[in-house]
């Protein structure tokens, strides 16, 4: 008998402005519905605060102005995905988490390098799921670790 070695990933599926982004359930820690932010001053446009979540202070970026989208008001759909970045709870407001599904990894492909726009410089692939197109996000390009650390930094000299 021989070992199969699964290549099935889970992942998360999420909408912004009508397309369908995907991230692997291992990064994320948890799914919220919205909740009030607090403002930060000084601090990078597409962060939009932070949420005091199970005790800990967790900064919360929207995916939206993150990818240069327009921005919109939040709506029941509205969820923060929180995810672990270099040992520090991050949540990302999009504007519904809709699905988890298991995609067999052999599927992924590399990004078209017809897609432009500001969103392409954060993916790392995509993935055809029956009639969806789904947009693999690589979150460690999403985040900008200096604002994050200078963050983390301030909260630490209080």
Known sequence: MSDVVSTEEKLIIFELKGKEYAISVNEVMSIEKNMHITRIPNIA??????????????????????????????????RIIIIMLEDMEVGIIVDSANDVVDVDTSLYEPAPETINGDEVDYIKGVVKLDKRLLILVDLEKVFDRNILRNYANTKSDE
């Not at 989208?69 to 939040?74: F, K, Q, S």
Request: glycine share 6%.
């Open 45 to 78: 446009p597409f962060v939009k605060g932070v949420i005091n979540l199970r005790g800990v202070v967790t900064p919360i970026i929207d995916l939206r102005l993150r990818f240069n989208l327009e921005e919109i008001p939040y709506t029941d759909s509205t």
